[in-house]
């Protein structure tokens, strides 16, 4: 199993426990997300120490404050890196507005050419922006592959697999009682356009909801929805494996 999304330098406890244990639950690899300069470094420091950790390099929307063209440049050098295989996570975030408005829109459109430069996958986050989220893409992100992280857009999901270039990635909240509407759209999203995440330490999923996330626990989601599909854990294993290498191209 992989773990398309998560942030080892916010987890408990150290690098090399997490690893350890997510190898003990059968996932070889991990795609660990950066969302500031410093955390885009830890990324790939923590991805240049363990060869199933691979790194994304991005600004978070809820640090995009200032937003400026040094800060552009650092993520091209950062982006550079053998173990960098996407470009992320960014997008809009309005939920929170932690950052002006202005600067989440400068620093995810420089971020979708970041992305059609490198040739390497966008990764999203969206929070209560999902007009304007999906407008951006649409207009600016053709011929980029999309990663739809901790997909959440349920009502828009005929929406969004009418784009064949982007995967859709669930995380652990698709487990919790409530999320049905989840689960019924990962049911509708093709074996090759899959993904499974943690989004650690965030959104640990039943039946460990409330406890820290790690990426051992991507398992838990992995199992739910090969339920939902009414297929074995190994087959969704191997449709997982096989979306993830063409998206991330490893």
């Given at each position: 199993m992989i773990d398309s999304h998560t942030h080892l330098d916010v987890?408990?406890?150290p690098d090399a426990e997490l690893v350890a244990a997510a190898e003990a639950a059968g996932v070889t690899r991990i795609v660990t997300v950066?969302?500031?300069?410093g955390s885009c470094r830890a990324a790939l420091a923590a991805a240049d120490a363990f060869p199933q950790v691979y790194a994304a390099i991005g600004r978070h929307p809820n640090e995009a404050t200032g937003f400026n063209d040094a800060d552009l440049a650092e993520l091209h050098a950062l982006a550079a890196h053998e173990k960098?295989?996407?470009?992320?996570?960014?997008g809009l975030?309005?939920?929170r507005d932690y950052a002006p408005r202005g600067d989440q829109e400068r620093a995810f459109h420089a971020q979708i050419e970041l992305a059609r430069d490198t040739g390497k996958p966008l990764v999203i986050h969206t929070r209560a922006a999902d007009d304007d989220t999906l407008g951006v893409l649409t207009e600016r992100a053709q011929g980029i592959r999309v990663i739809l992280h901790c997909f959440s857009m349920a009502d828009r999901i005929e929406e969004c697999l009418a784009h064949q270039d982007w995967w859709l990635s669930f995380a652990g909240n698709l487990t919790y009682t409530t999320a049905e509407p989840l689960r019924a759209a990962a049911e509708l999203v093709g074996p090759e356009r899959l993904l499974v995440e943690t989004d650690a330490p965030y959104l640990a999923p039943h039946p460990l909801r409330g406890k820290p996330n790690q990426p051992a626990h991507v398992v838990h989601t992995a199992r739910a929805i090969a339920a939902r599909r009414g297929i074995t854990y190994e087959e969704l294993e191997r449709g997982i494996e096989l979306s993830a290498?063409?998206?991330?191209g490893w």
């Open positions: 987890c408990e406890p950066g969302t500031t300069g960098c295989v996407a470009i992320g996570e960014t975030d309005y939920y290498a063409a998206v991330f």
